[in-house]
């Protein structure tokens, strides 16, 4: 018996060389490739230049044809190549007096890779180019035409390739001949797109996504499931997704998503529209590939036009349902916690007016229904005016302006001390300016009740409650006639709870009799405005810097300064001098407070710090946006889930700490191996504004999961549980 350690040895020995041979053939294979691929300019593809007639006539134009072959599996582009890829090119080099026209490119199919879609042509394709020769050449000579083509050639992996092309031809009088080629280059011609009469084309867009509507004159219906639309431009129409069609009697209509490339909604939709197969467009049943260049119209409601709302991560939803929409979410924005400090206002107004009786509270509910709408239209009307100058801005732009955000600051801190008592206000401008805040937290008559309403607008811009994110994606795609009765319907909404209850007399006698409890009330709520004013410095030093929180903390000193000489110097008794002296004072620190806080929102926003904690911590498995970086995640097929955010969404906020970090969704995070992505909107970022727009949204919060497979983005609700994320991971394939 061999013992075994003398077995060992040599199959150790035959293995190690296996191996080594292994290796050393893998390594000698792929650097033959790479040599080979480098050496050949034109690596698994060939270029030739041919033509259909047989010679050149003086003055004539004629085609010529690149004529691309490539080997199986591999495949070159389409003049928009859709997810990737570069268009094939031609850079003639032809006798004096030739003139050419551009690449006729005929229809291309989809090449899938992942969940990424290109345009191109596999196997052969002719590119047809119309040349045009002076009409002075001399018949019995020869021509050389000439150029170089460049193209890529794909697989799994992506060659650079070009090819120097060359045709001579005989110059004649009489009529040419056909060549070889001249069948393909007519079956070449006829997928090249073309108008079809028999067919009207008209395109609309709204909530993220253009339509094409199509209806047929000749009454025909043909089965158009399966109908693809190649967009000739890039960053128009994603190419990644779904293109449903809807059908209503004659009327067509195919829905196609807005790229998130896009910097501007499309003017016009030009491009190929493809027949599915065995259909053609025309009655003689020979035009498969139909031209499509149609202006869109953002105000045509494709809705009405199909009898059906179109397919989109909004919703599609039609102006009645839009308008039911904002009503509801504008009722539950009071419920929402950016609205809460006003809450104290409405209360502490409930009960000064029951001292006054039910006339004066009807009216003042009315007044600060009036408030809310006023403001909701000066809101909407500048949202409106700056998205038409080219500004890529949406619901709560105002507050990504750290200037805006001082000031709410100083705001909501005045009030806070006028309610705790620092200071009393009469009636005059020379009590330091402050009107709105001071009147709006004192309660003293209707201009308390109206700038109660537009108070409470101007701090609700920071949430988006449910229902009411796909009502303003619509909104922003309408005229400005339906995107203001959008906003009217949300302000409505809004101001109906406090006006139904202004409006009930048996309120008032559920109220306690007035009386000290009232300042104590008082002073109790000045405590959430100091909590607000809190918040929007943190708000603040998000977006500038710790230099600029120093600035802003400066002039809140400065405005309690000017509240604390008010206060100390207001007995009527004082001279006039006197008053003039403390007021002019007063006055000064309130300026000089505000000037302070603006020179600080000029400061840089300041870079992230390590982590500090547990919260901190598992932020880091968080990636930071770009349109990028979801494509090249879901390239790999890994789900992925984006939170569209900012500091000064309070709403966000406290879905991030109660749902978003807690243990148990990350470690679901974990489990689907699912990427984290956060758009950060607290600064304006136009490129998460157009995001945000191709899922039919203007604001945030908004959570969009991608489940890996190149489905449609699944839009989770704005008010997060953890029962909502686990049952969306629940509908992933395990990975």
């Keep these: 018996m061999i013992p075994p350690r003398r077995v060992g040895r040599p199959i150790l020995s035959v293995v190690a060389w296996a191996v080594f041979l292994a290796t050393l053939g893998s390594f000698s294979a792929s650097s033959w490739a790479q040599t080979t691929a480098s050496d050949d300019p034109s690596p698994h593809s060939e270029a030739t230049l041919v033509s259909e007639q047989t010679a050149v006539t003086p003055g004539e134009p004629f085609t010529v044809a690149l004529r691309l072959t490539m080997e199986d599996g591999w495949h070159s582009y389409w003049k928009n190549p859709g997810a990737s890829g570069e268009p094939t090119s031609i850079n003639w080099s032809l006798p004096e007096g030739y003139e050419t026209g551009a690449i006729q490119w005929p229809y291309p199919h989809k090449i899938q890779f992942g969940s990424l879609i290109s345009y191109g042509y596999s196997d052969e394709v002719f590119l047809l180019t119309k040349i045009t020769p002076p009409d002075t050449l001399t018949p019995g000579t020869t021509v050389t035409l000439g150029g170089k083509a460049t193209w890529l050639i794909c697989e799994e992996i992506c060659l650079p390739a070009h090819s120097e092309i060359e045709l001579s031809l005989p110059v004649m ?327 139904v209850l202004s409006m009930t007399p048996a309120l008032l006698d559920r109220l306690p009799k007035p009386g000290a409890w009232m300042e104590t009330l008082k002073q109790a709520f000045s405590f959430p405005m100091f909590a607000t004013a809190i918040w929007l410095v943190w708000v603040f030093g998000r977006q500038t810097s710790t230099g600029g929180v120093a ?112 243990e148990t969704i990350q470690e679901a995070f974990d489990d689907k191996n699912v990427a984290l992505v956060r758009a950060d909107w607290t600064n304006r970022d136009p490129e998460i504004t157009k995001a945000l727009r191709s899922h039919g949204r203007s604001g945030v919060p908004v959570y969009v999961l991608y489940d890996g497979e190149g489905s449609d983005p699944r839009l989770l609700p704005e008010v997060l549980t953890e029962d909502m994320i686990l049952n969306a991971l629940d509908d992933l394939s395990s990975s």
Aim: charged content about 10%.
């Design 173 to 499: 009088d009489d009529a040419p001949g056909q060549t070889q080629w001249a069948e393909a280059v007519d079956e070449a011609r006829a997928k090249h797109p073309t108008p079809v009469a028999e067919w009207s084309v008209g395109a609309g867009r709204s909530d993220g996504q253009y339509q094409l509507l199509l209806n047929a004159s000749n009454g025909t219906r043909p089965d158009l499931e399966g109908a693809y639309f190649y967009s000739a431009e890039k960053s128009v129409v994603d190419p990644g997704a779904p293109q449903p069609v809807t059908q209503n009697g004659g009327t067509y209509a195919i829905s196609l998503t807005q790229s998130e490339y896009a910097q501007a909604p499309a003017d016009r939709l030009r491009g190929v529209l493809v027949a599915p197969e065995g259909q053609h467009w025309d009655a003689n049943g020979k035009v498969r590939a139909m031209r499509i260049d149609v202006p869109v119209d953002s105000t045509l409601s494709v809705a009405e036009a199909v009898g059906a709302s179109p397919s989109s991560a909004g919703g599609g939803l039609s102006l009645p349902w839009a308008l039911a929409f904002a009503f509801v979410g504008g009722v539950l924005l009071n419920l929402m916690p950016c609205v809460f400090p006003v809450l104290s206002v409405k209360i502490l107004g409930f009960a000064q007016e029951a001292e006054e009786g039910s006339g004066a509270m009807k009216r003042n509910g009315l007044l600060f229904g009036a408030g809310v709408l006023a403001s909701m239209w000066v809101l909407a009307g500048a949202l409106l005016a700056l998205r038409a100058a080219g500004s890529q801005i949406g619901w709560g732009f105002q507050l990504q302006s750290p200037v805006f955000i001082a000031l709410m600051t100083m705001l909501f801190f005045g009030i806070g001390l006028n309610l705790l008592g620092a200071f009393e206000v009469g009636t005059t401008l020379m009590n330091w300016g402050g009107r709105m805040e001071t009147t709006a937290a004192s309660g003293n008559g209707g201009t308390s009740a109206f700038l109660t309403g537009v108070l409470a607008t101007v701090v609700a811009t920071p949430c988006t409650a449910p229902f009411m994110g796909a009502a303003l994606g619509l909104a922003l795609t309408l005229s400005a006639a339906g995107a203001l009765l959008i906003f009217t319907a949300l302000g409505v909404g809004m101001a109906t709870p406090y006006v």
């Design 551 to 662: 600035f802003l903390l400066a002039g809140l000193l400065l405005l309690a300064v000017a509240a604390w000489i008010v206060h100390r110097w207001s007995a009527p008794q004082l001279s006039r001098t006197a008053t003039l002296v403390s007021r002019t004072l007063a006055g000064a620190a309130l300026i000089g407070g505000i000037a302070i806080a603006v020179i600080g929102a000029g400061s840089a926003p300041q870079t992230s710090s390590a982590p500090t904690s547990e919260v901190d911590s598992a932020e880091t498995a968080w990636r930071s946006y770009s349109p990028g970086t979801i494509e090249e995640l879901r390239a790999e097929g890994r789900p992925v889930f984006v939170d569209f955010t900012a500091a000064w969404c309070l709403t966000c906020q406290v879905n991030k700490r109660r749902v978003l970090t807690t």
